[in-house]
T-cell receptor
């Protein structure tokens, strides 16, 4: 079955430690995205990538880093510079980067990772 | 910058009844997409329905339909014959049209509870 996997479902870290969240997709999608969700707020975009070896900052990129070495993978690192890292993190992918026609622009989401930093 | 507003933090509906969730947005764009996503307790984001702004006809997907008023920048979701499985957070989202970043801008969500 094609889909997006995020692991682990729950992650705990001590303050001051970097932590990397995994996101893998086997949908052959070109574009991938990372969102953060906090209570009472909608999702906010952290980083996105249109193609391999290319990525752009979203609205709240400070304290985060990403890489896109493979089409299938888009890991997110939450660094110690992120002031409020505790949140629910969602990865998404889409077939193309907003191309006209069809449904290539639709984003499909993974199950998410709940990160708790104490 | 685009903004999406969902003014109903919580709503409740009885099973088999109809409920409408509100969403307004602000943009200077003429071409864009609008979406409703459902997030059940599992927290998986599920696409419910989509609307292309250049289409005048309102989108429908089984029990789900939208009322898209482009001039008013309004995009409400109607759920007919509500079922217990419809209990979830519902998010309205905006995306610019092709050729630009496919960034989704989300509203803050409406928590819908379907009761017996």
């Amino acid at each position: 079955d094609g889909g997006i996997t995020q692991s682990p479902k729950y992650l705990f870290r001590k303050e001051g430690q970097n932590v990397t969240l995994s996101c893998e997709q086997n949908l052959n999608h070109d574009a991938m995205y990372w969102y953060r969700q906090d209570p009472g707020q909608g999702l906010r975009l952290i980083y996105y990538s249109q193609i391999v070896n290319d990525f752009q900052k979203g609205d709240i990129a400070e304290g985060y880093s990403v890489s896109r070495e493979k089409k299938e993978s888009f890991p997110l690192t939450v660094t110690s510079a992120q002031k409020n890292p505790t949140a629910f993190y969602l990865c998404a992918s889409s077939m193309a980067h907003g191309l006209a026609g069809g449904r290539s622009y639709e984003q499909y989401f993974g199950p998410g990772t709940r990160l708790t930093v104490t | 910058a685009q903004t999406v507003t969902q003014s109903q933090p919580e709503m409740s509906v009885q099973e088999a009844e109809t409920v409408t969730l509100s969403c307004t947005y602000d943009t200077s764009e003429n071409n864009y997409y609008l979406f409703w996503y459902k997030q059940p307790p599992s927290r998986q984001m599920i696409l419910v329905i989509r609307q292309e702004a250049y289409k005048q006809q309102n989108a429908t997907e089984n029990r789900f339909s939208v009322n898209f008023q482009k001039a008013a920048k309004s995009f409400s979701l109607k759920i007919s014959d509500s079922q217990l499985g419809d209990t979830a957070m519902y998010f309205c989202a905006f995306m610019k049209h092709a050729g630009t970043a496919s960034k989704l801008t989300f509203g803050t969500g409406t928590r819908l509870q379907v009761t017996l």
